[in-house]
């Protein structure tokens, strides 16, 4: 792949591969292979059965197909088409669907039937649903999108467009992995990043497998990776938490294990280093630019690093008045990349908020360590300034991670009028862990003086996205609904 | 609320504040039944101590109170009186 001038497109890059690798796969589950050598041509197959069912090029088009090898065909035949598309996600309401069909102005909506050839559909097999939408004239220098919404933790999720030129440049960044690699991707092809990293992967001529059967378990997942000899499995954290009790067996140790998408503490690192595999990567990313930095095996340790930036990552930690702080000092985190987006769809407030002088603030607060490496600190808009004293949600939930009776942990203030914000933290236990609230009070006074939480909430299981975030707005919102019962 | 409920209530915040002295007051059982008053004399209500309270009162019932408001007070007794004209008012 060139360093730098014009990327190619994604079909340009996927003919070169299909000349150099013919017979490399380029997708494959348990029932289906495509190789490289055919996939130029499944591709153009796929733009002909779309443009047979009506979809016109330049418009945006909804894609509402939940198996991972039929939507990535739809979405590189999309590409190739110059239409721009967003998913459509099989899991979301009907009234959700639509407002977000109408937000974006989506001349279509399109599925497959079911029992559909996967590789080989006909005209028929696509249901398109035909839309009213503003006719728009594209750009001279016009690069179909692919919309991706953001995870939404912190508010609504907001909605990214990623063009065809800007995914081609974050590839780049996987300039570091070997040509060749062969990934498996447990999230789903409609979460943004499971379809992003899925055309990424065909860009860069890696494989991406897709497990279409059986449960997905611990055991299962092993199996699949050794039967396929992949080279590297992506698998969000809350899918790694409940596969470790069961997880007997170790990964090879040839195989990279990656995850992120939210902190990840020590105790679980070390969790996942004793019975999984010791070779774990611990990524930091953003729909914003995608990946920012990448913890290695070696990296591991108390600070919870997320590693070095990636490569052509510019990244920097600043203060309200130096640009630069000093190592170990805690500060805003900010980034930019070739790859970056330029600002949110249908959203100038919080484009102005978060895309300011080139850099893209996300909100995080972190610290470099004297190396280089990034330790993220939790959002700017959970610090706490408790009668002025700064607490950070990290050094509370890292306190409470320490603790043998907590699974989990999950620090957030509450607004007072008074003192500002009041720490407080809710615990998952471990199972049969027979601990009160006084106890573990007792213990963040000891841990943390003056840091610590004034109140602890005890949950079954802390409420999380389907990244494994938890949902801090939540928590705050059940507590206020409890301390309005309470109210004397 | 009534005074006793009050009483318990005040007793629970200044243990969580750690107001030194009030945990094994011999007159606590008393002024929880409203025969005895405790005097701050007897305990150590410092700055923090004080803040604590007022932030616990605060998460858990509610109640907003200042440390200044309980800076003229010389008894449990009349701290109850503060919490007490603050859920009045």
Do not use: H
């Given at each position: 792949m060139e360093e730098e001038g014009a990327r190619p497109t994604f079909f340009e890059q996927i003919c070169r591969t299909s000349a150099d690798h013919p017979e490399r796969e380029a997708l494959l589950s348990d029932d289906d292979v495509v190789t490289y050598g055919e996939l130029p041509q499944i591709i153009t197959h796929f733009e002909d059965c779309l443009r047979q069912a009506g979809i016109r090029p330049f418009t945006t088009v909804g894609v509402q197909i939940a198996a991972d090898i039929p939507h990535i065909l739809v979405a590189l035949a999309l590409l190739k088409m110059n239409c721009s598309q967003a998913t459509i996600a099989s899991t979301d309401s009907a009234s959700r669907n639509e407002a977000f069909a109408r937000r974006l102005n989506i001349a279509s909506i399109l599925s497959m039937k079911s029992g559909a050839d996967a590789l080989h559909p006909t005209t028929n097999d696509f249901i398109v649903t035909h839309r009213k939408h503003d006719e728009v004239n594209p750009p001279p220098d016009f690069s179909p999108i692919v919309f991706l919404t953001t995870?939404?933790?912190?508010k609504d999720a907001r909605i990214t467009p990623v063009d065809e030129k800007k995914l081609a440049a974050n590839c780049f960044q996987w300039r570091s992995f070997p040509a060749g690699s062969r990934s498996l991707w447990l999230a789903p092809v409609e979460q943004n990043v499971g379809k992003r990293t899925r055309l990424m992967d065909i860009y860069c001529g890696f494989t991406s497998a897709s497990m279409t059967?059986?449960?997905?378990t611990w055991a299962n997942i092993v199996n699949f990776i050794n039967r396929n000899k992949l080279t590297q499995a992506y698998i969000p954290i809350l899918d790694i938490s409940g596969f470790m009790h069961s997880a007997a067996q170790r990964l090879d140790p040839s195989v990279a294990l990656s995850t992120g998408g939210t902190r990840i503490s020590w105790q679980f690192r070390q969790q996942i280093l004793k019975k999984m595999t010791g070779n774990l990567y611990v990524r930091y990313g953003m729909t914003e630019l995608y990946s920012i930095a990448n913890a290695r095996p070696e990296d591991h340790d108390e600070n919870e690093t997320v590693g070095l930036p990636t490569m052509g990552v510019d990244l920097g930690v600043g203060g309200k008045t130096k640009k630069t702080v000093a190592a170990g000092q805690i500060g805003e985190i900010r980034m930019k990349a070739e790859g970056m987006i330029d600002g949110y769809y249908d959203d100038p407030i919080e484009t102005a908020a978060k895309f300011r002088n080139d850099w893209f603030y996300p909100g995080d607060l972190g610290s470099l360590t004297k190396d280089g490496q990034l330790v993220v600190h939790g959002r700017a808009d959970d610090m706490m300034i408790l009668n002025g004293i700064n607490i950070y949600p990290s050094e509370v939930e890292r306190a409470f991670d320490a603790h043998p009776n907590v699974a989990a942990s999950a620090a957030f203030p509450v607004k007072s009028r008074i003192h500002g914000e009041i720490p407080v933290v809710a615990l998952e236990l471990k199972l049969g862990s027979q601990i009160t609230e006084a106890e573990l009070l007792a213990y963040a006074r000891e841990k943390?003086?003056?840091?610590?939480?004034r109140k602890i909430m005890l949950l079954d299981k802390l409420p999380r996205n389907a990244l494994g975030k938890v949902l801090k707005t939540e928590l705050a919102d059940k507590l206020n609904r409890t301390n309005e019962r309470n109210k004397t | 609320m009534n005074a006793a409920e009050l009483r318990k209530m005040v007793v629970d915040a200044l243990t969580h504040a750690n107001a030194v002295g009030i945990s094994d007051h011999p007159s606590r059982e008393a002024f929880l039944e409203g025969q005895e008053d405790i005097s701050l004399d007897d305990l150590e209500i410092d700055s923090l101590a004080a803040m604590e309270f007022c932030i616990y009162l605060e998460l858990n019932h509610g109640i907003e109170i200042t440390p200044d408001e309980l800076e003229?007070?010389?008894s449990v007794e009349e701290i109850a009186g503060v919490v007490r004209k603050c859920i009045s008012d």
């Open positions: 995870s939404g933790t912190t059967k059986g449960p997905r943390l003086g003056m840091r610590g939480p | 003229e007070v010389i």
